[in-house]
């Protein structure tokens, strides 16, 4: 799933140096926690400024899954003397990268904690070169299709042919696809095969 990305320019040009930055930064961000549902981010360049700093205004509004809103600014007149803007924007992504980091460290805690829960599908199919597979969910016996990207915390590696898992689904291009998927250290009940007609 793509971040959404929201990027705004107050008081000053439009650059496509700035805004590849900032998107590249952004795709970092979205790598790092998988739980990040979207990410805005304004650059302004105020009228009036203290002479004793930069001249930037950069906020980062982020939203990560379930109910975190982290902000991180960077104003007018705080940090080294006329910091290109640059400069500014990377400072303030490393500061959203401290703080996203915190987010998931505290969520694979919890993770941790339950080792417990039931697995809501086991993994039926596998192609790990070409980095997808498919889930056969244990309510339904569905087949879903999921991405090496919607497995949580980097663990498409980890997945083995009957792996249990917990996920989540949403309808996409080619259909309903697994997203979310987080594996479980229960293994679900094997596949029930249904009869032949």
């Known amino acids: 799933m793509k971040l959404p990305l929201e990027i705004s320019f107050r008081g000053l040009a439009k650059s496509d140096a700035i805004e590849n930055l900032i998107r590249e930064k952004a795709d970092k961000l979205g790598r790092l926690c998988n739980h990040l549902m979207s990410c805005r981010v304004a650059v302004e360049k105020p009228q009036m400024y203290l002479h ?31 910091d290109p803007l640059d400069v500014v924007i990377r400072d303030a992504f490393n500061s959203a990268t401290r703080q996203l980091q915190k987010i998931v460290q505290q969520q694979r805690r919890e993770v941790k904690s339950h080792p417990s829960q039931d697995a809501t599908a086991i993994v039926h199919k596998l192609f790990p070169e070409a980095g997808y597979g498919f889930l056969r969910t244990l309510e339904t016996q569905e087949e879903v299709y999921f991405h090496k990207n919607s497995v949580l915390h980097g663990a498409f590696d980890q997945l083995r042919t009957g792996t249990g898992v917990r996920h989540s689904a949403e309808v996409g291009n080619q259909g309903l696809q697994a997203t979310s998927i987080q594996i479980v250290e229960r293994q679900g009940p094997p596949i029930e095969t249904p009869p032949q007609s």
């Open 52 to 82: 004793s700093g930069n001249p930037y205004r950069v906020r980062i509004d982020m939203t990560v899954s379930p109910g975190h809103e982290l902000v991180v600014k960077r104003e007018p007149g705080k940090g080294n003397m006329h």
